[in-house]
């Protein structure tokens, strides 16, 4: 029966000389009673050198005395236990090395472990880690976040300030095009009023492009002011269809309303912001269509407190390998030499003024047969504040049914459909 204590103690002792842990053991009064090899390779002392001595040779000296409170504070009082929580601190090498540490100490029964307890009887395991490398890593991560940090403000300055420089001169670009427009309206002939035309058009989808820039340097630096409040749906929806009729007639598409949204519907979103989210869909849904397509619009309440709006085309869809690019600013998915005018930011921006207003959006798409892009604006008042900010909860799956379009047999609701949504 005496061998089996005699193994166990053995075992202990193989353990603790294996373990990458650093483990001395102290008393009362902080003297070191036991120390393994781990702990050796931490701090460089051999257990002759560090048996007797106080562990406060293995910290510097202001760390030292704050350890030393810290101990008299928790250790020597009768009764009082270290909970074995662990804590940062900073320890020293035998040659003088600053060695950033992990340390947890625990009472244990005095049989337990080699050595001498002290006079109270009371003996104490000190386990210490080694977070060199993970400090090494944490400072390598921050200074490239600090890096890139640095690196976006740049560019949202760049963009903020080129936005500004360019505005001015545009804008008396448009407005003398437009004055001679309206003065050669019955004089000039048909070569000039084409090239005024095309001096016109260029000018105001510069004009867009700047907007876009300015939205993306006030949203990306946290300055984007929203004004929310309860918006009408029907009035958002029948306000960005009027305003997207022409160029879908221009394009020969049918723009299809399914929408049965009721006068009392309402979201709480900034209303110009929303028509803007609304209007960017829509034109994209009308752009990227075939001729002679279609472009469905409808709505419905969520049942988690959500109003969901989609917009369906029966256009070309997109790739499966180019999906998770599709909100990256300046990413037109292969589309830069098709002709379609754009520049890639409209959908990045989409997604962070949804977001800003604490909605969601999401899509989905089969190539070849079109795409559904959706987005989901609270009916009640769940901003912090009137500013842009970022880390909103993401979409998910509502329950709703799914747009399903077929070129041959038109638009219909899927019920039960088990396709997998892509959201973000």
């Not at 670009?173 to 095309?198: C, F, N, P, R, V």
Request: hydrophobic share 35%; net charge neutral; aromatic share 6%.
């Amino acid at each position: 029966m005496s061998a089996k204590p005699a193994r166990n103690e053995d075992f202990l002792q193989m353990i603790i000389k294996t373990v990458t842990n650093g483990i001395f053991t102290i008393d009362g009064d902080g003297e070191i009673l036991s120390f393994n090899p781990a702990a050796e390779r931490i701090f460089g002392y051999k257990p002759e050198e560090a048996i007797g001595r106080n562990m406060a040779v293995l910290v510097p000296k202001p760390v030292g005395m704050e350890h030393d409170h810290f101990i008299r504070a928790h250790l020597k009082k009768s009764g009082s236990k270290p909970n074995g929580r662990v804590r940062e601190l900073t320890g020293r090498h035998k040659n003088g090395r600053a060695v950033p540490l992990e340390l947890s100490i625990v009472e244990v029964a005095n049989n337990d472990v080699p050595g001498r307890p002290d006079e109270t009887g009371r003996t104490f395991a000190c386990i210490v880690s080694d977070i060199t490398e993970t400090k090494r890593t944490i400072d390598a991560f921050l200074s490239e976040k600090r890096r890139a940090d640095a690196a976006n403000l740049a560019k949202t300055a760049f963009l903020s300030n080129i936005s500004h420089e360019l505005r001015t001169p545009l804008t008396a670009i448009i407005g003398y095009g437009e004055i001679l427009e309206s003065s050669l309206k019955d004089t000039a002939e048909g070569s000039q009023k084409e090239y005024l035309a095309h001096i016109l058009n260029a000018a105001n989808l510069m004009s867009q492009l700047i907007c876009d820039l300015s939205d993306l340097a006030s949203i990306e630096s946290g300055k984007l002011d929203l004004a929310p409040h309860n918006q009408s749906v029907r009035e958002i929806l029948e306000q960005c269809l009027s305003m997207t009729r022409s160029i879908a007639d221009g394009r020969r598409i049918e723009i299809v309303n399914l929408s049965s949204v009721k006068k009392s519907d309402t979201v709480w979103a900034d209303g110009k912001r929303c028509k803007q989210v609304l209007l960017n869909l829509l034109t994209n849904a009308i752009k990227y269509n075939h001729a002679d397509g279609r472009v469905y619009l409808d709505s419905r309440k969520t049942p988690d407190g959500y109003y969901r709006i989609n917009v369906t085309d029966t256009g070309y869809g997109i790739p499966e390998d180019m999906r998770s690019a599709i909100f990256e600013p300046f990413n037109r998915l292969g589309w830069e030499k098709s002709g379609i005018e754009g520049s890639g930011l409209g959908l990045a921006i989409t997604k962070k003024l949804v977001e800003a207003m604490g909605g969601r959006i999401g899509f989905e798409s089969e190539p070849g047969r079109g795409t559904t892009f959706w987005i989901e604006l609270s009916t009640k008042d769940r901003t912090l504040s009137g500013r842009f900010s970022k880390g909103m909860a993401n979409p998910h799956k509502n329950g709703i049914p799914e747009l399903s379009f077929d070129p041959h047999m038109g638009f219909h609701w899927a019920v039960g459909t088990t396709k997998p949504q892509q959201t973000f």
